[in-house]
């Protein structure tokens, strides 16, 4: 799996590579296991986002019950929402966050479910915007509920999709504007600069390069859950 990378990493512990030699940490490290408790709090997303945790659960199981060859997911984060799905994975996948103590506490998830270290799974604390691979080496390129915190969205799809072989499938989901509560939130977050500047739904598949064959979206509240096929 690590000859995939194109540059030279360290291991930190079983499983778990960093492409960064400085010790760098990113801003989720301390606040990690609260985020996370929030992400996953029924009454938040239902009241702030108009969402259900199933709902993310859904649209990544969707993605992985599509998945062939090689899989990225990036940002990956604690995989929370996802690593039941994970546990279960026959794939060569790579997970991948800037925050190595989210990576950390996705690999506790994954072992509590019995997955072996080192694997077919990789974790690797590594930039979404300088991905550390050569173009179209995987087959599969999954981002669940990231786009929304950076302001160059563009730039993060794009990135993605450099990856991405022909023929391969992309997931992404981003919180948007749409939904008036949600929307108004997003903002005050944006303010305190807690996400990238918000977009609507519209704007999203903007993004979306005109070159890529197939497109398809749909939205729960505030959340654009959208995927295709280049």
Known sequence: MTA??????????DGLISVFDDGRTAPYDKKAKAYEKLVSSEFYNKFI?????KDYTGFATLAYNSAHGK???IGCGGLIQTHEIYARNNHEMILLDNSIEMLKIGKSRLLQESVQ???KITLL???AFTL?????????????????????????INEGLRVLAPGGEFYFSCLT??????????????RRKEVGKPVSVAEVLEMIPASIKKVEHYVKGNMLFVYGTK
């Open 49 to 53: 986002w108009g969402t259900k945790p």
């Open 4 to 13: 995939m990378i194109n540059q030279q990493y360290i291991s930190v512990e």
């Open 177 to 190: 504007t749409d939904r008036k509560r949600g929307g108004r939130y997003l903002r005050f977050l944006h």
């Open 117 to 119: 270290f080192p694997g």
């Open 71 to 73: 899989i990225l997911d």
């Open 132 to 156: 550390p691979f050569e173009e179209e080496q995987f087959n599969s390129v999954f981002s669940f509920g990231m786009l929304h915190m950076f302001d160059d969205k563009a730039g993060f």
């Open 125 to 127: 604390h590594a930039d």
